[in-house]
């Protein structure tokens, strides 16, 4: 049986995507119900068609439908978040000409996830997000926001009023001036709120630990360590209670699977307020880089009722998730072949390789990989048995800590084996 160390079941927020306070989400919600019924805002076209997707496919609207009636009543979710598919539509309409705006203890910066973060624990949302012809639809809403994001508009949140990102609490949440922007400019120099979020680090801000030891393998992302396992199977139920690691499934088909079986995968996720590119681990070659597509608001129905979102299902969207997958030979012999995969979660399953990580191409060890786009993020790396001899002592989850301490980009993560 594979050996786990997690950060298990917890109460809070990983990332800080959502308020971990259900008063925080409701009263952030009711704020932008109401902004959406004053815009009355004409319906998007992506939109139009979502709700002409839910009206004449039965089985689509018997899924909306019955997952916003089977919230449950409890206290917890005392507060309806939806009451009918046409507020939800509403809603994600509203979504499409929004950015974040910063706030220090309840940020949201996943806002489809807050409108759909119930529905998703409810029989029908396990069944609904996991709909081929749903998922391929959402894609289509996710990229329509994405266009925003990337617009000039999206700029008008970087201010210097208290929920801009230029007053002075963000200005420290996000450590800008470890990032390369124009402090005098009107927007720091981005063109875009994608730009902000993808912002690049100021030469010299992370440096790479043990350099020049091939055996010292880095953390590729800025990250807080969740999960563990070793003598990972070729194929497991990853569905089910504990979400087991299925090599198969994460790599999507790959014909390597078999170099990893009995190994180990390491999982971190990513901070809302932290940096979103991904570096090399080590200095190698690559030896493949592929996107997957996949799911985007799907969770591990294992785990039952999660009125926090996809909080628990971090290890099951290892498998089903958009994902970015990427081979690298390790120039150390011991390390050998293993695989950086950088995973979506929710509307934020924008993973983009950097053009030069082709089959053949040179890594060096704090080199970068790629990023991710607008929001929240996971990430694994897996390595082949018997080639992690010890990890970093801030690479080892701490169980339930909701104040686990941040690895940064380029610490040191692992030891490979003599």
């Known amino acids: 049986m594979a050996a786990d160390y997690w950060a298990r079941k917890s109460t809070f927020r990983v990332g800080h995507w959502l308020p971990t306070e259900p008063e925080a989400l409701q009263a952030w919600l009711h704020g932008f119900k109401t902004k959406a019924e004053k815009q009355k805002a004409k319906r998007h076209p992506v939109i139009q068609e979502f709700a002409d997707l839910i009206d004449r496919d039965p089985i689509v609207r018997l899924y909306f439908t019955s997952m916003i009636a089977e919230v449950p009543k409890a206290s917890k979710y005392r507060v309806r978040h939806l009451n009918s598919t046409e507020e939800m539509l509403s809603l994600i309409n509203a979504v499409l000409t929004y950015a974040p705006e910063f706030e220090d203890s309840a940020y949201v910066g996943c806002p489809l996830d807050a409108i759909l973060d119930w529905c998703m624990g409810t029989p029908a949302g396990f069944a609904a997000f996991r709909h081929p012809t749903v998922n391929a639809m959402l894609k289509k809403i996710i990229g329509a926001f994405c266009v925003y994001l990337t617009s000039e508009a999206s700029l008008a949140v970087i201010n210097e009023t208290p929920r801009g990102w230029k007053c002075e609490a963000a200005q420290k949440r996000i450590g800008i001036t470890d990032f390369e922007y124009a402090p005098a400019e009107q927007h720091w120099g981005f063109r875009s709120w994608n730009d902000f979020f993808t912002r690049r680090l100021r030469p010299g801000a992370r440096p790479i630990a043990a350099l020049d030891n091939d055996k010292a393998i880095v953390n590729p992302c800025e990250s807080r360590p969740y999960r563990i396992a070793r003598g990972v199977k070729r194929q497991d139920d990853f569905w089910i209670k504990g979400q087991p690691y299925s090599l198969a499934d994460m790599l999507a088909g790959d014909p390597s699977v078999d170099e990893f079986v009995g190994g180990v995968v390491y999982q971190a996720f ?25 799911t985007y608001f799907s969770e591990a129905e294992s785990e039952g009722e999660d009125p926090i979102g996809p909080n628990n299902s971090q290890a099951y969207l290892a498998h089903v998730a958009a994902r970015a997958i990427i081979h690298i030979m390790a120039d150390d012999p011991v390390i050998g072949h293993m695989v950086v995969m950088p995973i979506g979660m929710g509307e934020i399953s924008s993973c983009i390789i950097d053009p030069g990580i082709k089959p053949g191409a040179r890594v060096a060890k704090g080199s970068e990989l790629g990023y991710f786009q607008y929001g929240g993020s996971t990430v694994c790396c897996l390595f082949r048995p018997g080639a992690i001899s010890a990890f970093a002592l801030g690479a080892l989850p701490e169980l339930d800590h909701p104040h686990q301490p941040l690895l940064r980009v380029n610490e040191l993560l692992a030891q490979a084996s003599d």
Not at 274 to 286: A, D, E, F, K, L
């Open 270 to 294: 990513l901070s809302a307020f932290n940096y979103h590119r991904w570096h090399s681990p080590v200095s190698g070659t690559v030896l493949g880089a592929r996107i997957v597509e996949g």
